[in-house]
């Protein structure tokens, strides 16, 4: 906070000076160089002292800060936001597409595990019984249920023959499920 200074104002004292009410502190100074105050109490009439011809009065006012620049408020235009929307709007017609085919990526490393732990079971399952088959039965390999869903919920795989025989060939497929369903199948043999 600024504290207001003050400068002195010398005032050349006419009739209509002298005789018009005082109101604030006001030194008299006549030609002679002699001061007197103010009467005290409500009646503030000029000094006594020196003539009317050449008297000053001192006055002290506050003094004056240079004129501050009226105040901008910060504020966008209806053009300006216009171009902020349509800048965004670009940038997200670009990045969902985007998006959405890293996440479609990320579940098919989702499809593929499943279909290699798959066939780890049915290798296993090959090797296991006599004479040696794989099954398209996915619980006797483990599964809660045939087909199988991966943990996610995003493939549902299914065990079929290759050719005419499962004994001696297996084919598994990841069919995308949901969200995924845009992916197309996955296949392991």
């Given at each position: 906070?600024?504290?207001?200074?003050?400068?002195?104002?010398?005032?050349?004292?006419?009739?209509?000076?002298?005789?018009?009410?005082?109101?604030?502190?006001?030194?008299?100074?006549?030609?002679?160089?002699?001061?007197?105050?103010?009467?005290?109490?409500?009646?503030?009439?000029?000094?006594?002292?020196?003539?009317?011809?050449?008297?000053?009065?001192?006055?002290?006012?506050?003094?004056?800060?240079?004129?501050?620049?009226p105040?901008?408020?910060?504020?966008?235009?209806?053009?300006?936001?216009?171009?902020?929307?349509?800048?965004?709007?670009?940038?997200?017609?670009?990045?969902?597409?985007?998006?959405?085919?890293?996440?479609?990526?990320?579940?098919?490393?989702?499809?593929?595990?499943?279909?290699?732990?798959?066939?780890?079971?049915?290798?296993r399952?090959?090797?296991?019984?006599?004479?040696?088959?794989?099954?398209?039965?996915?619980?006797?390999?483990?599964?809660?249920?045939?087909?199988?869903?991966?943990?996610?919920?995003?493939?549902?795989?299914t065990?079929?023959?290759?050719?005419?025989?499962?004994?001696?060939?297996?084919?598994?497929?990841?069919?995308?499920?949901?969200?995924q369903?845009?992916?197309?199948?996955?296949?392991?043999?």
């Amino acid at each position: 906070m600024q504290h207001p200074t003050h400068q002195t104002n010398l005032t050349p004292l006419t009739r209509e000076t002298i005789e018009a009410p005082l109101t604030r502190g006001v030194w008299g100074v006549g030609l002679e160089g002699t001061e007197s105050p103010p009467n005290k109490g409500t009646d503030r009439s000029p000094p006594d002292k020196g003539g009317l011809g050449g008297l000053l009065r001192l006055e002290s006012l506050p003094a004056q800060s240079s004129p501050k620049p009226p105040k901008t408020q910060a504020a966008f235009t209806l053009i300006e936001l216009m171009i902020a929307l349509a800048i965004l709007a670009i940038l997200t017609a670009v990045a969902i597409p985007a998006y959405q085919g890293f996440t479609t990526e990320s579940r098919r490393s989702e499809g593929m595990a499943a279909l290699l732990d798959t066939m780890a079971r049915q290798e296993r399952h090959y090797n296991n019984n006599f004479p040696p088959t794989y099954t398209a039965d996915l619980t006797a390999l483990g599964y809660a249920t045939s087909p199988a869903t991966t943990e996610k919920g995003h493939y549902e795989i299914t065990a079929a023959a290759c050719n005419t025989d499962i004994a001696l060939c297996v084919q598994l497929t990841a069919t995308p499920q949901g969200n995924q369903a845009t992916d197309g199948p996955l296949t392991l043999n």
